[in-house]
């Protein structure tokens, strides 16, 4: 996060300035500024609360001082219909920024104008629009809630979102987590068997919805509230007419490891046998399930790979013993 904080400040010397040194005095006359005709109504942003029709004709526009900004703005989501003919309307910067009357007034006096940063820019400036808090997404629920240590602004970077990062994130998604859940990114990379994430098809939020949802387990849940698994892997869901006990009495996790696997089929045993023997014992009385007839030799290979012969696994429609 330090690292995000001096990259983010090393930016702005790198492109603030020399576009500050350029343009001060402005080459051509400072055109006034346009008005306003913001499709986002300011009046749920506080900050907005001062956007004035128009600021006197002798003040130059935030764009003139900081056309590098204002320029790179006309992609962004932010700006969505407020450009018109190339104008950058000094209220779409100040919907974040509040008032910059003074700023301007003071020559670009930094001291003048808010920048949003940490907890305090993510509650005052994001949250005043984007306070969000229905059945799908909570932005006050989970681990992921606002917080000195994640916030909206340790993941989401309005000017300088990475190219090729969707969503104004700063990072790519994957480089994103990794800065703070590196176990669970550096498994994905190096477990032999593992969905393949981050090369355009599967994400982290293809599992996780990363700003949480309103209960307990808010961020262990995809975006439309289910188990991660069965939005894609539907047909292991059921429901069958003979369900595994196993799913009954746990999920997907009973079996198989989310992040990647060093066993084939993402299993968490290195074996088949090891994973059905945890709750199908021989020994009575030991388990959760019911144990396999005697017939089953387990010293042999035969019986050794339970789902030769248990094909229906997940669940079947036609036999009580998953046998198809
Ligand atoms: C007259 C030129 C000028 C105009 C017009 C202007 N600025 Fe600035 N702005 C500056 C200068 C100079 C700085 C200081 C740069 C530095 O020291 O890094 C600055 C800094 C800033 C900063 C960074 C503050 C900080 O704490 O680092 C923000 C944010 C900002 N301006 C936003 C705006 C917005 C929004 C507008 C329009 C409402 C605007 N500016 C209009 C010249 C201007
Ligand atoms: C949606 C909110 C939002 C809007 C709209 C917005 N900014 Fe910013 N601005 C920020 C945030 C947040 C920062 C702090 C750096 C960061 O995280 O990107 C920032 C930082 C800056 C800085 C300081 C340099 C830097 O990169 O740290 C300047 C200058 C600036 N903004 C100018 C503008 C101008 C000019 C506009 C209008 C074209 C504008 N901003 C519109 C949110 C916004
Ligand atoms: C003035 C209200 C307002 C403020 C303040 C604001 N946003 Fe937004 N934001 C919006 C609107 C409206 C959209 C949707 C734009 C669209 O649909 O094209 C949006 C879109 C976004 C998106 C989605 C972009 C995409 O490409 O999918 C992100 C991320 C975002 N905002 C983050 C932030 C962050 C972080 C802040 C605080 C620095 C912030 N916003 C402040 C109104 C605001
Ligand atoms: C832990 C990192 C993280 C934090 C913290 C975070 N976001 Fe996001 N945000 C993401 C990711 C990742 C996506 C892209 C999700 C996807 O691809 O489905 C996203 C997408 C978005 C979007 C566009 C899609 C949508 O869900 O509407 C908006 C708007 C947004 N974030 C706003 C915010 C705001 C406001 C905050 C602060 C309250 C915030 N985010 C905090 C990671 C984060
Ligand atoms: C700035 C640091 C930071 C970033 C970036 C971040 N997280 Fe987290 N995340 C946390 C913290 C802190 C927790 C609380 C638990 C912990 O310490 O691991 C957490 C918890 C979680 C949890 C566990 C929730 C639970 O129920 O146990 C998930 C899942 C998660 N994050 C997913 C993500 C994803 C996906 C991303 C990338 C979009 C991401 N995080 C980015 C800091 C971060
Ligand atoms: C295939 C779906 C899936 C993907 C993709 C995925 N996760 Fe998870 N993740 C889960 C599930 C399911 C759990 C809950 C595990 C449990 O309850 O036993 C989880 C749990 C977590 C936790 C809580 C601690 C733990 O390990 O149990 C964190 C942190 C986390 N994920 C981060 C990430 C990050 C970061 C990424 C992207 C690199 C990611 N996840 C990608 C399904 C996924
Ligand atoms: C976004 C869609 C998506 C989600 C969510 C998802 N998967 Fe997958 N899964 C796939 C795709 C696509 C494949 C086939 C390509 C591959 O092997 O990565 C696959 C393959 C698998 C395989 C087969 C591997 C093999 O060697 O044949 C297993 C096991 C699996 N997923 C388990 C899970 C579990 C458990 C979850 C929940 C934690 C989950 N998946 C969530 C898309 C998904
Ligand atoms: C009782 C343990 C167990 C549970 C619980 C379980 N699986 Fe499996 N799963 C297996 C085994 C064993 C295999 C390998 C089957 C084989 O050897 O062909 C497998 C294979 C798979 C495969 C890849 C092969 C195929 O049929 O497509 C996917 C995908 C899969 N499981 C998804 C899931 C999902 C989603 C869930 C949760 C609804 C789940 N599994 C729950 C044991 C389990
Ligand atoms: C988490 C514990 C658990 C795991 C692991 C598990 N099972 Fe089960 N299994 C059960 C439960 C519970 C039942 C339901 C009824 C019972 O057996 O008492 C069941 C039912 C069955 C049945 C149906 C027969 C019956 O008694 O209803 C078969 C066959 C079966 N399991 C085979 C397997 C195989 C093969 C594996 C390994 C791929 C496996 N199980 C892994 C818990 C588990
Ligand atoms: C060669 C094929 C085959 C293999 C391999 C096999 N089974 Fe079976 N299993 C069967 C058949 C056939 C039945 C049904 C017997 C019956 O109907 O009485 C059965 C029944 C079961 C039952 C149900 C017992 C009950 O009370 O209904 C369980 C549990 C079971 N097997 C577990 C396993 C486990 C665990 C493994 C791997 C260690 C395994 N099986 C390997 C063929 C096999």
Known sequence: MRSHLIGALALAVLLGLPALAQ???PEKPPEPAAPVTQ????????????ATPAEPAALPACSDCHADQAKAFAANAHA?????????????????HGDGKA????????????????????????????????????RHAGMHA???????????????????????LAKKQLTLCDSCHMT?????????????????????SSCHEPHGRPGAASLRTTSAGELPCLGCHADKRGPFVFQHGAIAVGDCMTCHEPHGSSNPKRLKRSTVSQLCLECHSP????????QPPSFH????????????????????????????
């Open 23 to 25: 343009e001060k005095p």
């Open 39 to 50: 499709t986002t109504p300011p009046a749920t942003a506080p900050a907005a609360a001062s």
């Open 80 to 96: 969505h219909g407020q450009i018109k003919k190339g104008e950058v309307p000094n209220a779409l910067c100040e919907s974040c």
């Open 103 to 138: 700023h301007i007034e003071g020559g670009g006096d930094k001291e003048k104008i808010f920048k949003p940063a940490g907890l305090l820019g993510s509650n005052k400036t994001c949250m005043s629009c984007h306070d969000i808090s229905n059945d799908r997404i909570s």
């Open 146 to 168: 606002n917080s000195a240590v994640v916030n909206c602004l340790t993941c989401h970077s309005i000017h300088s979102s990475e190219a090729h990062a969707p969503h104004l």
């Open 184 to 204: 669970q990114v550096s498994s994905f990379r190096n477990k032999p068997y593992a969905h393949r994430i981050g090369r355009g098809g599967m994400e982290c």
């Open 283 to 290: 020994i009575s009385g030991t388990t959760l399930g019911s």
């Open 297 to 324: 030799n387990l010293t042999l290979a035969r019986y050794q790979n339970c789902t030769t012969c248990h094909v229906a696994i997940h669940g079947s429609n036609r036999d009580p013993q998953l046998l198809k």
